[in-house]
């Protein structure tokens, strides 16, 4: 930065993958930006609202690390130490399983000036690409967003007894742990039947969705071959979807969104 000092980090939601899902106020800090910082999870089509800044490929992958997260930390100081304007490009919504709390606090203990942009989360994004409204005033009044994996030490995934007894259950990064999933909630007495659909790539040209039951999820997600990124949405509501599945009979298979 000239003159010392630092620029600010703005930690922005790029939603679950349509672009159109961005917010204005995240595009227009994309054109004003010097550097992006993306995530493997932001469609990096949106870099071309930020034709003029660095851009800089920050991705995980679910498996394969490419950065870990300290090293991600380390960029974004680095850049706020010579560019007045960083966006840090996150999938969905930065606050939301994303580490973005751990980014902003790395940013705070340095005294780097920052901003939270919200986004489109990938548990609201792809539940209304798929046709599945996540409450509805007949069938559920409550819906939870938890984690399926929980990170080294924390295996046993404690929450899933304690929140996930009722109401529509979104479950993130439940896709490698999918049969310890199912396990566990049918263990907590959600009924084998309970309707439950699994969405890969929501909001993208290639999104799938997959409807089951809580008893045979992992067995049809398995034939199906289905990866990561995805989503689970268990719950009555799922079952809404055969007649509200809009986006896959108008777009999906396409290569682009059409204008
Ligand atoms: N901050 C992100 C979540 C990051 S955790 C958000 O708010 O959406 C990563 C997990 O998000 C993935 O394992 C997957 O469960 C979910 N996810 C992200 N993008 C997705 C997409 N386009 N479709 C389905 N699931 C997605």
Redesign the pocket.
């Known amino acids: 930065m000239m003159g010392g000092g630092y620029g600010t980090v703005y930690l922005v ?1 790029a939603g ?2 349509d672009p159109g899902l961005i917010t204005v106020r995240g595009r227009d800090l994309l054109e004003r930006a010097d550097a992006v910082v993306y995530d493997y ?1 932001a469609n990096d089509a949106l870099l071309a609202y930020a034709p003029r800044a660095e851009h800089i490929f920050a991705g995980k992958r ?1 498996g394969g690390h490419l950065l870990p997260q300290e090293e991600i930390n380390r960029i974004l100081v680095a850049c706020a130490r010579r560019l007045s304007c960083v966006v840090r490009l ?11 709390g751990e980014e902003a606090l790395a940013l705070a203990d340095q005294g780097i000036p920052f901003e939270i942009v919200p ?5 609201v ?2 539940p209304a690409y798929a046709g599945i409204p996540l409450t509805h005033r007949r069938i559920t009044q409550s819906v939870t967003f938890v ?3 929980c990170g080294a030490g924390q295996d046993e995934g404690p929450e899933l007894s304690r929140l996930a007894e009722e109401g529509t259950l979104v ?5 490698k742990r999918l049969a310890h999933v199912v396990a566990r909630l049918i263990a907590i007495g959600r009924s084998p039947a309970t309707p439950a659909a699994i ?6 040209p290639r ?1 799938r969705t997959l409807v089951a039951t809580l008893a045979t999820l992992e067995e049809e997600s398995r034939r199906a071959v289905i990866d ?5 949405i268990i719950g009555e509501v799922v079952a809404l979807r055969e007649q509200l599945h809009w986006f896959e009979r108008r777009w999906a298979g396409r290569e682009e969104y059409p204008a």
């Open positions: 939601g679950p993958g999870l679910p996150k999938g969905g919504d930065p606050f939301v399983f994303g580490r973005g986004g489109v989360t990938a548990g994004g792809a984690t399926g994996h479950v993130y990064m439940g896709v969405v890969e790539w929501g909001t993208y999104q990561p990124p995805a989503i689970l």
